[in-house]
């Protein structure tokens, strides 16, 4: 068996090998270089909080994969980061995410999402994922930072060049670092030069008054992973929660019988079918022993989220979709200190496009293209996320007759 071509093509099935038969599993990462996967529940959640596991790339020892290659003035954030700079910066944004804070965005995430759906007419086909899940968390995260506009039509290609790398186009990551970097630097002196009430201009005032709180290149790192992972991972959570409903007609229509149900349907799905497949890469300060396995120092170390939401040991019967079921404990925004920011948004923006959608459309089912066989999806090849290329569909505002 070839594992990584599983593990990017069929990840649910190949992580289930890996629990019953190689739990810690050294593994080429997701740039080739060797990495250990671990992938049963116990040992995952144990390690998202085991203080010995650094997220610093200077604890790598030479030749283990290092995570995504980024310039310094990307990478200075929150994801390479220990305590106490990881609580130094985290303190900084952890006051614009909060549930009540998030709660007052659910009106403008609305009109948004009517918007949206609004362009798609009463009834047609659509591909959900360019019209809607992949506008709505563009168009939120960067009002709550204040980018705009006209500054937001490349954010597509550019992660999906860094998630989901093209074979065939080795520069197009290395393009897309350098764009990137273009556009927070040009971005957050155009906001220096125009101050305004939202996220950014608040961090820039903080670099501004206090650099020892924030240097430059942490302000431009913070921009940057707000950006990209506050739109990205809710893009695939939107587009998978939508696509696993579809795939579960029944449970769909209990949704649109009790709308009342959807937070907790949305815990359910991101279960099921969270974006995330695996956590950041870590390093161990010293050896370290997971599942019985010993990995030595400076290693690399993935923990597969998205294995450890279906193990059956966890979970009863992991691999069906039961919005009635208990998650709690689940691990698809992670665990610990460096648990996703960002959930409070991602969850309230899924809840909504998800009722939003639901209210709009009374008949809304797959459309496979008819080129491809069956009603296969088209998942990204990627080994970090889980997302789909495209979610056509069918839809219409009334049922029809007969």
């Not at 997302?387 to 007759?401: I, W």
């Amino acid at each position: 068996m070839d594992l990584q071509a599983e593990l990017m093509n069929h990840p649910h099935e190949a992580y289930q090998h890996l629990r019953d038969n190689a739990p810690v599993q050294r593994v080429p990462g997701p740039g080739g270089e060797p990495a250990w996967l671990v992938t049963r529940y116990e040992d995952v959640r144990a390690a998202l909080v085991n203080p010995r596991l650094s997220l610093d790339k200077s604890m790598a020892a030479e030749g283990s994969y290092r995570g995504l290659s980024l310039p310094p003035v990307l990478d200075a954030n929150l994801l390479n980061m220990d305590p106490p700079d990881h609580t130094r910066i985290r303190k900084l944004v952890s006051g614009a995410f909060t549930s009540r804070r998030m709660e007052g965005l659910r009106a403008p995430i609305r009109r948004t999402a009517d918007q949206l759906l609004d362009r798609l007419g009463s009834h047609g086909r659509a591909d959900l994922i360019a019209a809607y899940a992949a506008p709505l968390p563009i168009a939120v995260i960067c009002d709550l930072l204040g980018v705009p506009e006209d500054r937001r039509t490349d954010f597509r290609s550019w992660t999906n060049a860094l998630v989901a790398p093209d074979p065939g186009r080795p520069t197009a990551a290395k393009e897309a670092v350098g764009a990137m970097v273009a556009f927070f630097v040009q971005l957050i002196a155009h906001k220096r030069r125009h101050p305004a009430d939202d996220l950014l201009c608040d961090l820039i005032a903080v670099r501004d008054a206090d650099g020892d709180r924030l240097s430059e290149d942490e302000l431009t790192s913070l921009a940057f992973l707000i950006l990209v992972a506050g739109y990205e991972n809710t893009v695939q959570l939107i587009g998978n929660a939508i696509h696993a409903l579809l795939r579960h007609p029944a449970q769909l229509a209990r949704l649109r019988q009790d709308p009342s149900r959807i937070p907790t349907a949305v815990e359910e799905l991101s279960r099921y079918e969270g974006p995330a497949l695996l956590a950041i890469r870590r390093f161990p300060t010293e050896d370290v022993t997971i599942g019985g396995i010993t990995v030595p120092a400076g290693e690399t170390i993935l923990l597969s989220l998205a294995s450890a939401n279906r193990d059956p040991a966890r979970f009863d019967e992991p691999d069906r979709l039961d919005l009635d079921r208990d998650t709690s404990g689940h691990l698809a925004l992670g665990h610990g200190i460096h648990y996703c920011v960002g959930a409070p948004l991602a969850r309230i923006e899924t809840e909504i496009a998800l009722a939003t959608l639901l209210e709009r459309f009374a008949d809304l089912a797959p459309d496979p293209d008819p080129a491809e066989a069956g009603d296969e999806a088209r998942w990204r090849p990627s080994l970090r996320a889980r997302g789909l290329v495209e979610l056509p569909v069918v839809y219409g505002t009334a049922r029809t007759a007969g």
